[in-house]
T-cell receptor, first 116, second 115 residues
Framework: GAVVSQHPSWVICKSGTSVKIECRSL??????MFWYRQFPKQSLMLMAT?????????EQGVEKDKFLINHASLTLSTLTVTSAHPEDSSFYIC????????????FGDGTRLSIL | AQSVAQPEDQVNVAEGNPLTVKCTYS??????LFWYVQYPNRGLQFLLK??????LVKGSYGFEAEFNKSQTSFHLKKPSALVSDSALYFC?????????????FGTGTRLKVLA
């Protein structure tokens, strides 16, 4: 079945560091990928929609300059948390639908980001 | 705007008993509904979807969901719960009303199956 690979799975770094998270579709092409943030014991918050070859679409309240998204190929989207601070600590999850028209999403295993 | 609601934060059920995890929806147009499961420190896994057709949808791991248009509900069910079913369950709706498309998730329901 369709697989989405997300790396790294766990990151611990100092405040002020920029962190890049990769999301790859391994056996299908994804013109669209989604980035979510999940707080402890809470639902998924959609941060942005990543579009291959064009700018990402950010949800209201999400800082574009803080969370840089690049979707350079049909199989790779990256999220860079720039100048990360402790309040950016969270569980970040990417997903990609395997097609259009109401197809299920395939999720990466998430990245736990801890900023000291 | 499209939305789904999961009224229960947590559901406890004894192993072997039937389980139900509730979801109601609010959509303009036809509803396209999904259930996902999340295990600790993992991404979500697709269980089943309703697009059209039979109101009873069968999915992975013995789960099924019943689409009820009059009650705007899409409850997840399983006839006999397993301890390994303990996880976080999310209902979601497909939203294309903004010109692009995305998926809107409910707040999640934690299922605990007790041995």
């Amino acid at each position: 079945g369709a697989v989405v690979s997300q790396h790294p799975s766990w990151v611990i770094c100092k405040s002020g560091t920029s962190v890049k998270i990769e999301c790859r579709s391994l056996d299908f092409q994804a013109t669209t990928m989604f980035w979510y943030r999940q707080f402890p014991k809470q639902s998924l918050m959609l941060m942005a929609t990543s579009n291959e070859g064009s700018k990402a679409t950010y949800e209201q309240g999400v800082e574009k300059d803080k969370f840089l998204i690049n979707h350079a190929s049909l199989t790779l989207s990256t999220l860079t948390v720039t100048s990360a601070h402790p309040e950016d600590s969270s569980f970040y999850i990417c997903s990609a639908p395997s097609g259009t028209d109401y197809q299920p999403q395939h999720f990466g295993d998430g990245t736990r980001l801890s900023i000291l | 705007a499209q939305s789904v609601a999961q009224p229960e934060d947590q559901v406890n059920v004894a192993e072997g008993n039937p389980l139900t995890v509730k979801c109601t929806y609010s959509v303009s147009g036809n509803p396209y509904l999904f259930w996902y499961v999340q295990y600790p420190n993992r991404g979500l896994q697709f269980l089943l979807k309703y697009i059209t057709g039979d109101n009873l949808v069968k999915g992975s791991y013995g789960f099924e969901a019943e689409f009820n248009k009059s009650q705007t509900s899409f409850h997840l069910k399983k006839p006999s719960a397993l301890v390994s079913d303990s996880a976080l369950y999310f209902c979601a709706v497909f939203d294309s009303t903004s010109g692009t498309y995305k998926y809107i998730f409910g707040t999640g329901t934690r299922l605990k199956v007790l041995a």
